[in-house]
């Protein structure tokens, strides 16, 4: 069955670490999203990308990053420099231009000690 | 700035009532407008899409409603049973091309046997 992978479903982190959440998709689909969501909040946009080897910043950009190597992969990692990391982090993807086409992984908790 | 607004962030209700859902938006030249459900700790399922040039959407007993002009959309859920529990999210599109969703905080309905 075509769908997203999020792995972990659980994360823990010390302070200071970078840790790296992956997202893996089989669905041919050209565009990726990374989404951010906190209890009791709507979902944020940290990064996205249209296509292989390129992305583009979100509202939510500082203190992530990400890579497009393979239209199947769209890694992301929280550095260090984000200050409050601890959030439930949602992976998505679409065709583009067709972004209500959206579908969604299970997600990645991550908690940082 | 596009802002999505949702009221009322929690809902609690007996089994067998109607209920809605209100999901408003700042902008009110938006592409179109999507409800999604949320269960706790999991990803995202889209359940409606509305066009700009639609009214509203039906799907078994949820039925979502758009009025451009006055920035609004309703999600109606009939005959609400104890499944129905989840957080329900609605989003539009950021720009005309779509580039990626803005979504509201949700409504966390609770539905009581």
């Known amino acids: 069955d075509g769908g997203i992978t999020q792995s972990p479903k659980y994360l823990f982190r010390k302070e200071g670490q970078n840790v790296t959440l992956s997202c893996e998709q089989n669905?041919?689909?050209?565009?990726m999203y990374w989404y951010r969501q906190d209890p009791g909040q709507g979902l944020r946009l940290i990064y996205y990308?249209?296509?292989?080897?390129?992305?583009q910043k979100g509202d939510i950009a500082e203190g992530y990053s990400v890579s497009r190597e393979k239209k199947e992969s769209f890694p992301l990692t929280v550095t260090s420099a984000q200050k409050n990391p601890t959030a439930f982090y949602l992976c998505?993807?679409?065709?583009?231009?067709?972004?209500?086409?959206?579908?969604f992984g299970a997600g990645s908790r991550l908690t940082v000690l | 700035k596009q802002e999505v607004t949702q009221i009322p962030a929690a809902l609690s209700v007996p089994e067998g009532e109607n209920l809605v859902l209100n999901c408003s938006f700042t902008d009110s030249a938006i592409y179109n407008l999507q409800w999604f459900r949320q269960d706790p700790g999991k990803g995202l399922t889209s359940l409606l899409l509305?066009?700009?040039?639609?009214r509203e959407q039906t799907s078994g007993r949820l039925n979502a409603s758009l009025d451009k002009s006055s920035g609004r959309s309703t999600l109606y859920i009939a005959a609400s049973q104890p499944g129905d529990s989840a957080t329900y999210l609605c989003a539009v599109p950021a720009n005309q091309a779509g580039t990626a969703l803005i979504f509201g905080k949700g409504t966390t309905l609770s539905v009581s046997s």
């Open positions: 509305i066009q700009s040039s639609q």
């Open positions: 990308s249209q296509i292989v080897n390129d992305f």
């Open positions: 998505a993807s679409s065709i583009w231009g067709e972004t209500n086409v959206l579908t």
């Open positions: 669905l041919n689909h050209d565009a």
